[in-house]
């Protein structure tokens, strides 16, 4: 009855059931009456044989699907299938894209989640969710849970859970700081990302009895959200990788002319058989551990240079886990070990190192590739604002004084 009433009718009634059972809380009531829908509403689901979403896929599909596991340019090609889908250039965008979904899929490590998060930060307009939702048209939607917002409790009711599944946040308004300290759903992202796994306990009754309830959400789960932000809530911060959408003139011009192709009709259009392999395929792809053999010469190479700062530690494990994703996409066509394991090959770190070599530089407080473009402006106009500077790049002011502190320092 609760299910159809409206949320005023509702509340009223939790206060009622809250005083009659002499309940913790009106929160706790609340909780328990989420579970009974959230129970009863699974029930009610519909079956695989009547959702269109889950119809038999036909023989074709499955054998392209094949076909591509087999590809070793299934990657650059899923790029390909992007641009084509109306998304301009973003090359690299769209491979972290990819690479962060599919990073789900690595089983949970000694230390937590592997899993990888991401950030896309840049200013209005800039194309930033454009991108990312022509991604999610390669993906079933089993793959991955999107939102748009969410109250502080609301990640440990998701029906069917998040395990080995993609967060999509598409405006990360919730995360970000706001100065009045820690962000509670910003608190169970940040668990879910690093841990794994979110645990939350609470008073209830069983009967007449108090008795302790634990609310479980199990990962491992990636995370991908868009922001006009140039920082988040700090701490989740440390665990992003961050990238930019190209904001430039050239690239401003190049998606008018897009959208005017599409809009006469004159596009490129897309086959949905390849779109639907392409779903298939991630389908096919089993969560399985990868080693890195050569994981102790990256390590000697990132240390040649003495002291790194200490975001380098969590930096340098996404580096990992950006190689054992890729390994992952591949295991069809990669060796395994004794114990079954994927064996990541060295064009696995190639393609991880052009994804995530800038990303890897900017959290570490050196992002070179962006302060030379930065001071090449600042030699040509001589003393200039930060909020100025800001605009003659299209970034915002927030993340030039996220980049300039470290300079000062």
């Not at 059972?21 to 706790?28: D, E, L, P, Q, Y």
């Not at 759903?185 to 008073?203: C, D, P, W």
């Amino acid at each position: 009855l609760l299910n159809d009433c409206d949320a005023g009718i509702k509340d009223h009634y939790v206060k009622v059931i809250k005083k009659k059972t002499n309940a913790a809380s009106i929160k706790s009531v609340s909780l328990l009456i989420d579970e009974a829908i959230e129970k009863g509403n699974s029930e009610n689901t519909i079956t695989n044989e009547e959702d269109p979403e889950e119809i038999q896929t036909d023989p074709e599909i499955v054998a392209m699907a094949e076909q591509i596991a087999h590809d070793p340019m299934l990657f650059k090609n899923k790029i390909d299938l992007v641009n084509q889908l109306g998304v301009i250039g973003e090359r690299k965008n769209i491979g972290l894209n990819f690479l962060v979904m599919d990073s789900c899929l690595l089983p949970m490590g000694g230390a937590g989640s592997e899993a990888l998060a991401l950030k896309n930060s840049g200013h209005y307009g800039a194309g930033k969710s454009f991108p990312l939702f022509m991604c999610l048209k390669l993906y079933p939607k089993s793959a991955y849970h999107l939102i748009t917002g969410g109250s502080d409790k609301s990640l440990y009711h998701i029906q069917g859970g998040l395990k080995h599944k993609a967060l999509i946040l598409a405006e990360a308004l919730a995360l970000e700081s706001s100065g009045r300290g820690d962000n509670e759903l910003a608190y169970a992202i940040r668990s879910l990302v690093s841990e794994g796994r979110l645990k939350y306990q609470y008073t209830g009754w069983k009967g007449k009895e108090k008795v302790t309830i634990v609310k479980k959400m199990e990962g491992p789960t990636s995370l991908l959200t868009t922001t006009i932000r140039g920082k988040l809530e700090d701490q989740l911060e440390d665990r992003l990788i961050t990238m930019h959408p190209n904001a430039t003139a050239a690239q401003t011009q190049n998606i008018i002319e897009r959208t005017a192709e599409i809009a006469s009709g004159t596009g490129q259009l897309v086959d949905e058989k390849i779109i639907a392999a392409f779903k298939n395929f991630h389908e096919s792809l089993d969560p399985v551990e990868v080693v890195v053999p050569y994981a102790k010469d990256i390590s000697d190479f990132v240390n040649r240079g003495g002291s790194l700062p200490i975001s380098a530690r969590r930096a340098f494990k996404r580096v990992l886990s950006a190689i054992k994703t890729i390994a992952l996409i591949h295991q069809k066509q990669r060796e395994r070990d004794d114990r079954g394991r994927v064996i990541a090959e060295y064009c696995d770190y190639a393609l991880a190192y052009q994804l995530t070599g800038d990303a890897y530089m900017e959290s570490i407080g050196n992002g070179k590739k962006y302060t030379e473009k930065r001071m090449k402006i600042i030699e040509k106009y001589g003393k200039i604002m930060p909020k100025d500077l800001a605009k003659l790049i299209c970034i915002t002011g927030a993340a030039i004084s996220q980049w300039m502190k470290t300079l000062l320092k």
